[in-house]
């Protein structure tokens, strides 16, 4: 069945510590990823996908097909980066597009 | 351009009624999705639609009913609330697979 699979309900760090948030998925097509974010009080926005290979934020994430991946990484957090952050993927037969169950991120000063 | 536009905001029902959680959108997109938001679980799927006049089915549909008429409009129904349907829903629009513009969502609680 496709799934999405974020580990890690809550990940903290200091300011200035680097940051990985996993997602790993199951699908048995060729998939298109993305990473949402959502900031307290605000709507779900797009962060990036994978087919832009483009950094926003500061955040990348690198498709990994062997080990069925899309973490995402920041090499130094902020403290603005506290956040909900959703991993998602559309299924090309269908349309759909599935999430995670999301990883909150706390960066304390 | 308001983006996606979900009313109500609040809703408080009672076990039994029924209701619409009305969702449009100006930016002419062909893709239309509604989720539920619980704790622990993230975004699940309830109905999405690729266009008007078509409609599927997602990861939790059971209870409610979508119709897509227009393009702008994207309505959801439940037909007889029950308490597993307190949530937060989102509505959400796409020119493409995938790149999602949200609403701001309907909080709902059922009695």
């Known amino acids: 069945a496709q799934r999405v699979t974020q580990p890690e309900k809550l990940l903290s760090v200091f300011k200035g510590a680097p940051v990985e948030l996993k997602c790993n998925y199951s699908y048995s097509g060729s998939p298109e990823l993305f990473w949402y974010v959502q900031y307290s009080r605000q709507r779900l926005q797009l962060l990036l996908r994978?087919?832009s290979r483009e950094s926003i934020k500061g955040f990348t994430a690198d498709l990994n097909k062997g080990e069925t991946s899309f973490h995402l990484k920041k090499p130094f957090a902020q403290e603005e980066d506290s956040a909900m952050y959703y991993c998602a993927l559309v299924l090309y037969n269908t349309d759909k597009l599935i999430f995670g169950t999301g990883t909150r991120l706390q960066v304390f000063p | 351009n308001a983006g996606v536009t979900q009313t109500p905001k609040f809703q408080v029902l009672k076990t039994g009624q029924s209701m619409t959680l009305q969702c449009a959108q100006d930016?002419?997109?062909?893709?239309m999705s509604w989720y539920r938001q619980d704790p622990g679980m993230g975004l699940r799927l309830i109905h999405y639609s690729v266009g008007a006049g078509i409609t599927d089915q997602g990861e939790v549909p059971n209870g409610y009913n979508v119709s897509r008429s227009t393009t702008e409009d994207f309505p959801l129904r439940l037909l007889s609330a029950a308490p597993s349907q307190t949530s937060v829903y989102f509505c959400a629009s796409s020119r493409d697979r995938g790149g999602y513009t949200f609403g701001s969502g309907t909080r709902l609680t059922v009695v």
């Open positions: 930016m002419n997109h062909e893709y």
């Open positions: 994978h087919i």
